[in-house]
């Protein structure tokens, strides 16, 4: 979850640090923190707080020049967020200074050991014994990388470090199990960070670094290793955005700007998926035509919104490929012994291609032999590195911590998967397939229509502004858009918020509404068989006294509520793509006008990186 840069080169270090940690505190904003090596010595400011806080103490004491530095935002795992437990973490002798990323299992077993061999400790977290095994290891041969192999054989758990030393001045040292990190290739100068974004106005060159490896740089020069001290070959690849498409561009919030994105990204994630010869093509998808057409069962793995596009692109997936869909949350998957087979396909879904569940997930599925594709936003993460395919969703970088256009080039990218493995398994024919493309092609024009004309939004949030509790209702696919809706609300609004599918309000949820109740309804399409069942829906919680929000197609005009938010009317199973969107702006306005942060949630980061 936190954020984490290293630069070294020929220019001062704490501007191109500073750039960078702006452009990774949606990973982690409870602390941060830098050091610089210079003059023989490392100089170094951490404050808790955002970024801001940290920026200012510079302002006011800025830290000598130095051409190799660390810089760190935090998400507190152990310790409060304050400033003896912000990072960098600094060795007893004050040799060696590391920044970390996830968490050290057995640190307690070794503070317990150093704190025998005298050690004193000025923080709470986990990460400073990390600096105190590598000032020890350093000690013993003043060679960086040997140093830092050496330490990792001892760790147990997820992590990445970064870490460098007053007597290697020219050298930036990196270590992964587990957890995000990647290098930036620059003329004259090199970069580590958590993901690419915080690098990207200095280089598009990158590197993966594999698991269980440590990563040596200087200004010049990167070799890689094992943990052993075996030699490494890395694969390079090229950024395929630039820097302003990690800016704001003149909106309030990067969740504005995402969620207006939206259009482009469903485009971009369409783009060249067809051939010359009409066939569907996913290029990396890295399984043979016998190995889908095997394929008995297929399960879709995801955390959060992930989840949520999963229980979507269940009823497309079933739909077109005949095969049985289940659709799990990937924290409980490995936990109930799952039934898996060499026939088993798994989709893992996640937006960073680091998320711990998800990962730890897929690799359960690949231990019981069974074929995983992975749906992912970021090229060389983990998910995709070690799945049997991936489709990249294209949607470009998503700084705020609610996910929007990775949420619906999700659903999109799997309705992709189910395409593929119908018509490979002849379940459906070319000129069908091709069919569902183009009604796939005309959502990225509907979906604009809609985001030009939502202004209405804001009212509805400052009419509830004071509501206690929010329900959501849905059938068929509406039911999973309905929890997604309310997810985004708890997020962003901090409001009690839950979806429900409409059929079960008898069983239960219907004692929750009572007079001014909001109820926010996901109308099926006037053709849908679910349509009038909803309407008796409305017409039981608007009895009870609830005030319905309905979101309905255009054309639906047995719908002349007040408050209802009309989308363009799509497919039943295309309509999650378009029903969402209100959903988005509704929790967005709401945010607003309660006055919270909208891209950084309270205790929320983008990617969660450790279980």
Avoid at 223 to 244: C, K, L, M, Y
Avoid at 499 to 521: M, Q, R, S, Y
């Amino acid at each position: 979850m936190c954020g984490i840069v290293g630069y070294i080169g020929n220019s001062d270090a704490t501007p191109a640090l500073l750039s960078g940690l702006a452009r990774l505190e949606y990973r982690g904003y409870d602390s941060a923190g830098i050091s610089i090596l210079s003059g023989g010595k490392i100089a170094t400011t951490k404050r808790a707080g955002k970024l801001g806080v940290l920026v200012e103490a510079l302002k006011k004491k800025p830290l000598p020049a130095g051409k190799v530095g660390i810089g760190h935002t935090r998400w507190a795992t152990h310790g409060s967020p304050v400033d003896r437990n912000a990072h960098p973490h600094i060795d007893p002798e004050e040799k060696v200074a590391i920044i970390h990323n996830g968490i050290i299992e057995n640190y307690q077993v070794l503070k317990e050991e150093l704190e025998r061999l005298g050690h004193y400790f000025s923080s709470d977290t986990d990460s400073e014994v990390v600096a105190h095994l590598l000032g020890i290891e350093y000690g013993k041969s003043a060679d960086l990388t040997d140093a830092m192999e050496r330490v990792c054989q001892r760790l147990h758990g997820n992590f990445s470090l970064v870490a460098i030393a007053i007597d290697s001045p020219g050298v930036l040292i990196g270590a992964r199990r587990n957890s995000p990190l990647v290098v930036g290739l620059g003329q004259g100068e090199n970069f580590l960070a958590s993901d690419v974004s915080a690098f990207i106005s200095f280089t598009k060159r990158a590197l993966e670094i594999g698991q269980n490896q440590v990563v040596t740089l200087t200004a010049d020069s990167c070799s890689i290793s094992d943990f052993n001290g075996v030699t490494q070959s890395p694969r390079e690849f090229q950024v395929t955005w630039d820097a302003s498409a990690a800016e704001k561009n003149g909106f309030p919030h990067f969740m504005a700007k995402e969620i207006m994105e939206q259009p482009k990204a469903v485009a971009d994630c369409l783009l060249g998926r067809m051939d010359e010869n009409g066939h569907l093509t996913l290029n990396e998808v890295r399984l043979s035509d016998d190995e889908i057409r095997d394929i008995d069962k297929v399960i879709i793995i995801g955390c959060g919104s992930a989840y949520h596009a999963g229980m979507i692109a269940k009823y497309g997936i079933e739909h077109w490929s005949r095969l049985p869909v289940e659709v799990e949350l990937a924290s409980e998957f490995r936990y109930r012994d799952p039934i898996i087979t060499r026939n088993t396909l798994v989709i893992a879904i996640s937006q960073s291609g680091e998320t711990m569940d998800t990962l730890m997930a897929l690799r359960h599925a690949k231990d019981q032999r069974a074929k995983v594709i992975s749906i992912c936003n970021t090229y060389g993460a983990s998910i995709p590195r070690e799945s049997d395919g991936v489709i990249y969703t294209q949607a470009g970088p998503e700084i705020a911590v609610a996910s929007t256009k990775a949420f619906l080039t999700q659903i999109v990218a799997a309705y992709l998967v189910g395409l593929y493995i119908a018509e490979i398994r002849g379940i459906k024919f070319i000129d069908e397939v091709r069919d569902i493309l183009e009604e796939l092609g005309e959502l990225p024009e509907k979906i604009e229509r809609y985001l030009e004309t939502s202004e209405r939004l804001k009212d509805l949030a400052l009419e509830f502004k004071s509501a206690q509790s929010i329900l959501f209702l849905g059938r068929h696919v509406g039911f999973p858009v309905a929890l997604e809706g309310a997810l985004k609300l708890k997020e962003l609004a901090y409001m009690h918020a839950v979806g429900f599918a409409a059929g079960e309000l008898k069983h239960g949820p219907i004692a929750l509404i009572e007079e001014g109740t909001p109820v926010l309804v996901i109308m099926p399409n006037l053709n849908s068989p679910l349509h009038d069942k909803m309407v008796s829906n409305v017409q039981e919680i608007e009895a009870r006294g609830a005030r319905a929000i309905i979101i309905t197609a255009e054309n639906d005009t047995s719908i002349t509520s007040p408050r209802a938010i009309r989308i363009p009317d799509a497919p039943t199973l295309f309509q999650p793509l378009l029903a969402v969107l209100p959903l988005q702006l509704f929790a967005y306005e709401s945010a607003v006008v309660r006055g919270y942060d909208v891209d950084q949630p309270r205790n929320l980061a983008k990617s969660v990186t450790v279980e």
